[in-house]
């Protein structure tokens, strides 16, 4: 029995033996006297609730208490061929290219430029978008060494999303590579980290799969730079928890990651599931089950959480993050299909309940809350079991002991980053505590809100409605209030409902519900307000390492896309990472 193995049992063990004491208590609290029908499902719903809650909190503190191994880089020099894939989808041309541009110039300063090419794979639809593509790609062409390195191909129908577009390159290209480096529109990269990668894959024959986890960057909101601080300051904790459970059949989340040409090919290709869409027809969540295939298929899939300079754009407001998450709800149900495919490992397709498990919780949260509101309207049920007793605990203490499980990985982080100087990168303890505060009581706050969207995206599931895959609204920002209340009035009715007939009928059980349904009853301001953007040059809460010390990558992204804006002037005497040149220099 292996590390991992020994990890997930004590993780399991632990969430289950937190789960079945929760449960156990909650029923000496509603059993008091009898137990009816009633009481034994709230009980339920409390364990198996529990259960996810004490799981998701056990890997952050176990990457807490991880050290950083103490490992050589490796100067070894490269002998392969990476193709770095980037797949858009009616995006901005322009920002997605000066991406490119970007990496491109950084794996130059590195002086392994000739070691990778890269591959623009459209699926775009929208013709208009289609026809800037090809003239800002033209423009990329016009970037240092791209001669032979960039290129760019637009399918017409986009059979199979973005794993179809991906598998396409595959089967009339991947012979050229040894290693594919798949990215996605908004994915940044240093050239430094892409390197490493490629030698890591190089090192180790038995590697499929790399993994890192990608900060975000430019948040301009309330909303997005709570995000992206949570993915910069607890995600890694988090990942380094979950590494040491997930050993060689780790995560990939579809991007920002590289992967053996020979092993990807091989493995994974993916089946059209039968019928038709929400469970069937292409599999959405792809990744999750392509490095399922690698670990069955006996390759190493590894998420590498100390590997830095990986980066990604993140949604600015709720209603783009709802739309995100309406396709991952969908494409993490249809793995309910998949969970009794031959020959996968116990690991992934215990994933693959993970995955699902992480949608339906709010569906269960929500049975829970409502239940516990007919429990205080409904006259006395007829007993099914004998009461336990009196109560061990009030049902605050309860109450205390939920915002524990979840405040608790939050504050070991804190209390770890004031010990290692990790918090002297987010601007000090002391700031860095104010911004973990802020982060807790604006996801409590939207709580809620979420929790309605999710059972929402779960019921349209359920009901057959498929939810397809829309494009991707980026640097979409501020939200009007009579927009959000368009997106959130079903919401807002929902819990005004909720709350009424509870102080109508159940005026005791109405404090307990009044901490979900106010905030979700001002949801359109929530939303609203949040999508407004928040000044980054200020010492506010959310400040994170990138905005203090933006990395040498983004710094040229930036310095690209201002040089494109104005006609005229030469990108070359923009660049932080390359020599000053003029435009004769520039391959055509």
């Not at 364990?47 to 103490?70: E, M, N, Q, T, Y």
């Not at 995600?235 to 991007?255: D, I, K």
């Amino acid at each position: 029995m292996g590390w991992p193995v020994l990890f997930r049992c004590g993780a399991l063990l632990t969430a289950l033996g937190f789960s079945l004491v929760g449960s156990y208590l909650f029923l000496r609290l509603a059993g008091e006297g009898s137990l009816n029908a009633l009481d034994l499902l709230r009980c339920l719903l409390v364990a198996i609730s529990g259960f996810w809650l004490v799981w998701g909190s056990a890997a952050a503190v176990l990457g807490v208490f991880r050290l950083r191994p103490k490992v050589t880089p490796s100067v070894a020099p490269l002998s392969g061929r990476t193709a770095i894939l980037v797949p858009i989808y009616n995006e901005d041309p322009v920002a997605t290219f000066s991406r490119i541009a970007a990496m491109n110039r950084s794996l130059i300063a590195e002086g392994q430029a000739e070691h990778f090419h890269f591959a623009v794979l459209s699926d775009t639809q929208a013709m208009d978008c289609a026809t800037q593509e090809a003239v800002w790609f033209d423009r990329l062409r016009q970037e240092p060494q791209s001669e032979g390195r960039i290129f760019y191909r637009r399918r017409e129908r986009n059979i199979g999303r973005k794993a179809g577009n991906i598998e396409d390159f595959i089967a009339h290209s991947g012979g050229a590579y040894d290693y594919a480096l798949i990215l996605d529109a908004d994915s940044l990269m240093e050239g430094a980290t892409i390197v490493a990668m490629m030698r890591r894959m190089e090192e180790d024959p038995e590697l499929g799969l790399l993994q890192t986890v990608p900060r975000i960057i430019n948040a301009r909101t309330v909303f997005g730079r709570s995000i992206q601080f949570a993915a910069s300051y607890l995600s890694p904790t988090f990942a380094r928890g979950a590494a040491l459970m997930q050993g060689r059949e780790g995560p990939y989340w579809g991007h920002n990651a590289i992967v053996r040409m020979r092993a990807f090919a091989a493995s994974c290709g993916l089946p059209e599931l039968s019928g038709t869409p929400p469970f069937g027809g292409h599999i959405l969540s792809h990744d999750y089950v392509e490095a399922a295939l690698l670990s069955r298929a006996g390759w190493k899939v590894e998420v590498d959480p100390w590997l830095q300079g990986s980066y990604e754009e993140g949604p600015e407001n709720l209603i783009e993050y709802a739309k995100r998450d309406r396709r991952w709800c969908q494409g993490n149900l249809q793995h309910g299909r998949l969970l009794a495919a031959p020959g996968l490992k116990v690991w992934s397709r215990f994933t693959f309940i993970q995955g699902i498990m992480a949608y339906l919780a709010s569906p269960l949260w929500l049975a829970l809350l409502i239940t516990s509101i007919v429990a205080g309207v409904m006259p006395e049920q007829p007993p099914v079991l004998a009461g336990l007793g009196v109560p061990l605990v009030e049902v605050w203490a309860l109450g205390i002991a939920v915002a524990a499980i979840l405040v608790l990985p939050k504050m070991l982080i804190l209390i770890r980053g004031a010990l290692d100087g990790e918090n002297r990168r987010f601007g000090g303890t002391p700031l860095a505590l104010l911004s973990v505060l802020g982060e807790i009581a604006l996801s409590t706050l939207l709580a809620p809100t979420m929790l309605l969207l999710q059972t929402r995206a779960v019921a349209q599931v359920v009901l057959g409605l498929d939810g397809g895959w829309p494009p991707t609204g980026r640097g979409q920002n501020w939200v009007g209030v009579a927009e959000a209340f368009r997106a959130s009035w079903w919401i807002v009715a929902l819990a005004t409902l909720a709350l009424g007939g509870t102080l109508a009928f159940a005026p005791a059980v109405a404090v307990w519900v009044a901490p979900a349904m106010l905030p979700a009853m001002v949801a359109p301001l929530l939303i609203s307000a949040t999508s407004r953007p928040s000044d980054r040059n200020l010492p506010l809460p959310f400040r994170t390492e990138i905005e203090i010390t933006p990395p040498p990558v983004l710094v040229e992204q930036r310095a690209i896309l201002s040089a494109w804006a104005i006609p005229g002037i030469p990108l070359e005497t923009e660049s932080p990472l390359l020599p000053l040149r003029t435009a004769s220099h520039v391959p055509a």
